[in-house]
């Protein structure tokens, strides 16, 4: 049902009902004037009819009672000079039946007329219909003037006329108002397509630009054109959008605000860090000469100061990930060596520790030092939550039909597994999100608490995925999946 | 011990610096603004200039570039920010190296060394070797093209010394960045890339067309083949 | 479903029915309508000229001409001799008249018919009982006599039988 009703579009509404009220005006036009024509045609016709039958019937000589022979030639007579056609006349007086026909007494008059005429001393007429022929039946009844007044005689002389040639007169006309609505009717579908575009445009421009919108382009207006209900709607459409524009403009201004707060307080704490970062090594020298007291503190604001600098670096390069400022430096390099290089600039290097399964050959385009941070990330994190061995494995893998749907696309996916208990299934959904403690009880980690957040921005930064599970064999997996655009990247 | 010259506005950073780097046997001269430490060049003959980029008056760019005019002092730039557009147009400038700020003075220390460090000369070759139109003299430490010394920084003069040794051996950035600025195998290599340019401006005949170092995509760089 | 059929429907509609007014009509039948007079075709002349009212098939009163030379009187006298003509019309139609379906429900007359006129009215004495007369019959009388006393036929007619008066009546 509402199928039906979706198909039957408002243009079709439109153009429709543009049609029937060009029909029916059409026809109540042609109606109307078919009906005044042929009144005018009919009463020509009868009027004409009835004065010249009483002409005639007046310059008849009678005596009374009636002849029958002299009144018979006489109806001839009349009946030669019949207007404004040919007619057939017939004469009633007593039982006395003539006629100017081959019957003398007409089947086409009915008793109404006769009894009119004998009762009533006035001309009449009266359109009969007999076998599908129309006839126009006229009665004169006479008088004689006695003095002043004048008495019927008795003798009433009728005319019988067929209105064949009024019928098609008539007949005609319908024909010829029948032949005309049709075309009307298809030139009416021309300003009804018209009509309908110029209401349907409107209606189009704002159903784009409601999509729009939809789509996040505030600033949309439609343009409003004319005072009518569409123009009010684009007026409400545009004021709508107006408000919409402005509270979400202020809303992201916040947003934007709060985030600029951020990056400032990490920026403004760099500076003082840096003179006190560049003094931690002097307090640990001479923390050993100082009384044990002054040297735990000293050696706990030393400890603090560089816990404190890596937290403001990663607040720092969080913040360039939200304002979106961070930029990929992708170079061309091997993954494998890549990985090796991380474990050993941060001494990764006891099989006891880290374990590693670094086939070579692998380059991918890659931003080398945003992947360190990743895989640094992953791996101390598996050493400091999980337990060692830690092992980190490399690959490639060709997905047949990937999600952006790019047919035989290779991607490049490192794994880091650790040989700890695993992460419980409650926290594996949160464990990529800002300060989040799988262990309640911890209240503050070795790390900044924001490591797998900046791991999971740089992945996404070079259009991969990182996914956390946990293994067979009960640790934590972390999987790093990356495209391997090298390739095509460098012919 | 090599003489440290330190540009930084702020009191406590330059005297947190300059604590530590004096404690590493350093001797330092710290001025608060650029003008100062140009000033400050001529007198204390320093054989590196540490400098911070944003400097009130006289910027850190503006400073490298007229020390770069005047001649091949190595220097170093302090920023706060790694990512930002201002090392670029620092490196640009003709600064060797950078370093983030807030730094361990271990870190500082080991980046002044590194710049300072000079290329390991291989052993058994000509003090003088001529490539195409340059003479590069390994001993004395100058380039010339076509008998006209070039004014070459210390990161661009070690660049090509290192490059030419190997003449058509290809080397990627992060060898590169391992080697000549000995930074971490995932140091900036745009560290590199600006310092190419720079060279290449000097010494190419056609910079956009290199004939001595020459871009292998995908790779990195190689000297020649000429 | 229902919105879009109404819709047709009434397109439909409106134009069956603007095809049946623009067909469905040619030349109608009418009632009778008068238009305009009668003919008038002669004159009484109430100059030797008796009009005698006799009765049609459909009991209408329906005049016919005698002149007084039908009666061996000489033409042209006025006003015409009502005995005379009250006389004839009880003598009832002639033949050409009764051949025209004409007829009289007078009664045969024995006796003389006495007539006294005054302007404007007549009295006619009859050797008979008038009050058994039908209708049509006291219209012969009344009309014939009215148009015997002058041309117009307007005079009161009073008629005076054996058995009294009828009240004065007009043709």
């Known amino acids: 049902m509402s199928r039906r009703k979706a198909r039957i579009g408002l243009r079709t509404r439109l153009v429709l009902a543009f049609l029937l009220v060009a029909a029916i005006s059409a026809a109540t036009t042609a109606t109307l004037a078919y009906r005044a024509a042929r009144t005018a045609i009919l009463k020509q016709a009868q009027d004409t009819a009835v004065s010249s039958l009483r002409d005639r019937v007046q310059r008849l000589g009678t005596s009374l009672p009636v002849e029958t022979q002299s009144l018979r030639e006489q109806l001839l007579a009349i009946a030669r000079q019949g207007k404004p056609r040919t007619w057939v006349v017939f004469a009633e007086y007593g039982s006395v039946r003539v006629s100017s026909g081959t019957s003398p007494v007409s089947t086409v008059i009915t008793p109404a007329l006769r009894e009119a005429a004998l009762a009533n001393p006035h001309g009449a007429f009266q359109r009969v219909d007999k076998g599908g022929t129309p006839y126009l039946t006229v009665a004169m009844p006479t008088v004689f003037r006695a003095g002043k007044t004048a008495r019927p005689t008795g003798l009433v002389v009728y005319a019988v006329m067929p209105l064949n040639e009024e019928e098609i007169q008539v007949r005609a006309m319908v024909t010829a108002a029948r032949d005309g609505a049709f075309p009307g009717l298809a030139a009416a579908l021309v300003p009804a397509l018209l009509a309908a575009r110029s209401v349907l445009r409107p209606v189009r421009d704002l159903r784009k630009a409601a999509r729009n919108m939809g789509s996040g382009r505030l600033d949309t207006r439609i343009p409003v054109k004319g005072s009518d209900e569409l123009a009010d709607l684009a007026r409400t459409f545009n004021e709508s959008a107006v408000e919409l524009e402005r509270t979400v403009g202020e809303l992201r201004a916040a947003e934007a605000r709060a985030r600029r707060f951020a990056s400032d307080v990490s920026h403004e704490l760099r500076t003082p860090l840096a003179g006190m970062l560049a003094v931690t090594e002097v307090l640990d020298e001479d923390a050993a000469r100082l009384a044990p007291d002054t040297a735990a503190a000293v050696r706990l604001i030393s400890a603090e100061t560089g816990k404190l600098a890596v937290l403001v670096e990663d607040l720092m390069e969080i913040s360039r990930f939200d304002a979106r400022a961070a930029e990929l430096n992708a170079d061309e390099v091997d993954v494998a060596q890549a990985i090796r290089k991380t474990l050993t600039s941060r001494h990764w290097t006891d099989p006891a520790q880290v374990v590693t399964d670094l086939p070579e050959g692998i380059r991918a385009r890659l931003d080398p030092r945003r992947f360190d941070v990743v895989v640094a990330n992953l791996v101390g994190n598996a050493l400091r939550h999980g337990s060692a061995p830690v092992t980190v494995r490399l690959r490639t893998e060709t997905c047949g039909n990937g999600p952006t749907g790019d047919h035989g696309a290779v991607r490049v996916v490192t794994e880091v597994e650790d040989s700890g208990p695993g992460i419980p299934a409650d926290a594996l959904p949160h464990i990529f999100e800002r300060f989040y403690k799988a262990d309640a009880a911890r209240t503050r980690s070795a790390g900044s608490g924001l490591g797998l957040a900046i791991t999971l921005e740089n992945v996404r930064l070079h259009g991969g995925t990182v996914r956390a599970a946990n293994g067979p064999a009960g640790g934590a997996v972390f999987t790093v999946t990356i495209p391997l655009t090298g390739e095509e990247a460098t012919e | 011990m090599p003489r440290v010259l330190l540009i930084e506005d702020d009191p406590s950073v330059r005297e947190g610096i300059g604590l530590g780097l004096r404690r590493r046997g350093h001797e330092v001269r710290t001025t608060p603004t650029g003008e100062a430490g140009l000033a400050a060049i001529g007198e204390f003959r320093p054989d590196l200039l540490l400098l911070d980029l944003m400097l009130p008056g006289m910027n850190g760019v503006q400073v490298c570039r007229q020390v770069r005019e005047a001649g091949q002092l190595p220097i170093i730039m302090l920023t706060a920010r790694g990512d930002d557009f201002d090392v670029v147009i620092g490196l640009e400038a003709g600064a060797d190296d950078y370093i983030v700020k807030p730094a361990r003075t271990e870190v500082i220390e080991a980046r002044i060394r590194a710049v300072l460090r000079r290329i390991e000369e291989p052993a058994g070759r000509a003090a003088v070797e001529f490539q195409g139109d340059l003479a590069i003299d390994r001993a004395g430490l100058n380039v010339a093209k076509a008998g006209e010394r070039m004014a070459l920084a210390p990161s661009e003069l070690k660049l090509l010394l290192y490059l030419s040794a190997a003449p058509e051996q290809v080397f990627s950035r992060q060898q590169l960045l391992e080697q000549v600025w000995e930074h971490s195998y995932h140091g900036d290599a745009r560290l590199v890339d600006a310092c190419v340019r720079r060279l290449r401006n000097k010494i190419e005949d056609q910079p956009g067309s290199p004939r001595y170092i020459q871009t292998v995509r995908g790779f990195g760089y190689r000297f020649g083949p000429l | ?171």
């Not at chain 3, 148009?147 to 009073?158: I, K, L, N």
């Open chain 3, 1 to 171: 479903m229902k919105y879009p059929c109404t819709a047709v429907g009434r397109a439909v509609a409106a134009c069956a029915t603007a095809a049946t007014l623009l067909t469905g009509c040619g030349v109608q039948k009418t009632g009778v309508i008068e238009v305009g007079g009668p003919a008038t075709v002669m004159a009484a002349d109430p100059k030797g000229q008796y009009l005698l009212f006799f009765l049609s098939t459909e009991e209408r009163l329906t005049p016919v001409v005698r002149f007084q030379e039908d009666y061996g009187l000489p033409g042209h006298t006025e006003p015409v001799d009502a005995p005379t003509d009250i006389t004839a019309l009880f003598a009832g139609p002639l033949a050409d008249e009764r051949a025209a379906g004409l007829r009289t429900e007078l009664p045969k007359l024995n006796g003389p018919v006495g007539v006294s006129t005054s302007p404007g009215k007549v009295q006619i004495v009859l050797p008979l009982a008038v009050r058994p007369l039908g209708k049509p019959a006291v219209r012969q009388l009344v009309c014939t006599a009215a148009f015997a006393q002058d041309g117009d036929g307007t005079a009161e007619v009073t008629l005076q039988g054996e058995d009294g008066a009828l009240p004065p009546a007009r043709c």
